[in-house]
Each structure stands twice: as structure tokens, then as C-alpha cells.
């Protein structure tokens, strides 16, 4: 980072020529982009073609053998504390929730601000209640995870999420474990995150709501973005025969 340049002014994440195979299986291919604050960015594609374990490497659950991942400038380390420091800035929901069993809801939502942040205890439950509030879940704080539908442990994924005041959040198909009917609450509680301008990166099947909610759309295919721009372009002016194709197929065109 240059002395003229400042946090505000660069993207709060940006992913330089990122490629990584499975054995011999290349799943990501020399792939670059940027997501700058305030920005809602959607990932769409066919299945398989690498949008979840492009998000998992930004977030350094996936390793990164080829290129780099920069998080407001600072390049983001194989391992130690600075990467401890610099996942905390950039949260992620998953597809399966990943909230755990054995701890209540305000336990899952207070566990990161107490043993990562160093937050006070009655400080991290005071916010975790105001946090569960927001996602419309807080007469659940003494519940455990199996005694919540699908949506309200996503919802509660999303609290947890916000707990660690990321820079970013990034969701990997929030809705795809959820029945239909519980699909909207989810990502009404996204919107409204969008809303509040918070930077996010958001894999998604959705494309109603990716129209809706997504600042730029990246679509990719067989590990490389095949194209990356402002949403309504990308929905209403498509010229790209292989993308006309794909959208067709899934809004039923």
C-alpha cells in the first residue's frame, strides 16, 4: 500500500490471477476480481463451474497455490495470526449453516466477538440480542439449532456473520439448503443488509433477486469469469450466446 493510498480507496477485496486444481481437476483458472465498499456483488453460473470454492478462497478455506488475495490491500497469508486478524474482516454464510449443535443461539451469535474480537462478554450478548433482533429471530436466543427451521438458523448464520463487524460478508448459496417457502425470509434479510450498504459477495441460483439486489454480476464457467458487469446490462442488454442460454434456462425464458 502506497503512502497516497488509504483503506477507503481500495477495494475491500481484491483476488489477482487466483487459479487451483483438485488433483487434476482445475477448478478455478487465473481468475481476478475486485469488490469495492458498499458494493453487492452476484456470482452466478452452471454448477461446477467454481463459484464456491472461489468464495472459499477469498475467505483462505481453500488454499490459494496460484496468485493472490488482497483484503483492503493487505495480501492475506497462508497461515498464523494475521490471518486469523484478516478472516475476521471478511465473514462468511454458508450453504449448511454451520451453526453448532451443542451451544444455544445467543452462544453461536456471541462465540466470534468473545474468543476473536476479545469483546466483553456483556458487551458481545447485549449486541448479539440487538443483532438476532434485526434478523427477526431473537425470540430464539435460548434455543438450539435443531429446534429452528431451516431459515431462522440461516437468519441466525447472518447475525453471527455481522457480530465480527466484517468489512464484507460473503454468502455461499445461502437459500440452496432451504425449502421454498423459506427462501424469501433469507434474502429479505440480505436486502436489507444490501440496503444498509454493506459489501457483499453473494454465489447464488437466484436470479430474481440477483437482478435485484446485485450492484455487478460475474458469471462463471469451467473455473473462469466469463463476464463481469453492471447488473442491469447484464440482465436486459445479455449478447454473450452462451449466457443468453444459461439465463433462458433458468428464468424459464
Given at each position: 500500500m502506497t503512502e497516497t493510498q488509504d483503506s477507503a480507496s481500495l477495494p475491500v477485496i481484491e483476488v489477482r490471477h487466483v487459479s487451483k486444481s483438485f488433483g487434476s481437476l482445475q477448478v478455478l483458472k487465473d481468475v481476478s476480481l475486485t469488490v469495492h465498499k458498499g458494493e453487492v456483488v452476484a456470482i452466478i453460473g452452471p454448477s461446477?463451474?467454481?463459484?464456491?470454492t472461489l468464495c472459499r478462497t477469498i475467505n483462505r478455506l481453500e488454499t490459494v497455490p496460484e496468485g493472490e488475495i488482497f483484503i483492503e490491500g493487505e495480501k492475506i497469508p497462508e497461515e498464523g495470526k494475521s490471518l486469523a486478524r484478516l478472516r475476521s474482516k471478511v465473514s462468511m454464510v454458508f450453504q449448511?449453516?454451520?451453526l453448532f449443535a451443542h451451544k444455544t443461539i445467543l452462544q453461536n451469535v456471541m462465540l466470534g466477538p468473545v474468543d476473536v474480537l476479545k469483546?466483553?462478554?456483556?458487551?458481545?450478548?447485549?449486541?448479539?440480542l440487538e443483532l438476532l433482533k434485526r434478523v427477526g429471530v431473537e425470540n430464539q436466543a435460548n434455543k438450539y439449532p435443531a429446534q429452528l427451521s431451516g431459515g431462522q438458523q440461516q437468519r441466525v448464520a447472518?447475525?453471527?456473520?455481522?457480530?465480527?463487524?466484517?468489512?464484507?460478508i460473503l454468502f455461499d448459496e445461502p437459500t440452496s439448503a432451504l425449502d421454498p417457502e423459506m427462501i424469501g425470509e433469507?434474502?429479505?434479510?440480505?436486502?436489507?443488509?444490501?440496503?444498509?450498504g454493506m459489501t457483499m459477495l453473494i454465489v447464488t441460483h437466484e436470479m430474481h433477486f440477483a437482478r435485484e439486489v446485485a450492484d455487478r454480476i460475474i458469471f462463471m464457467e469451467h473455473g473462469t469469469i466469463l463476464s463481469d458487469e453492471n447488473a442491469e446490462t447484464f440482465f436486459a442488454?445479455?449478447?454473450n450466446p452462451r449466457i443468453q442460454a444459461f439465463l433462458?434456462?433458468?428464468?424459464?425464458?
Open positions: 461446477g463451474s467454481g463459484k464456491s449448511q449453516f454451520n469483546q466483553k462478554k456483556s458487551e458481545a450478548k447485549k449486541e448479539a447472518i447475525a453471527r456473520s455481522l457480530a465480527m463487524h466484517p468489512k464484507a433469507v434474502l429479505s434479510v440480505i436486502r436489507e443488509l444490501a440496503d444498509s442488454n445479455q449478447t433462458s434456462k433458468v428464468e424459464g425464458k
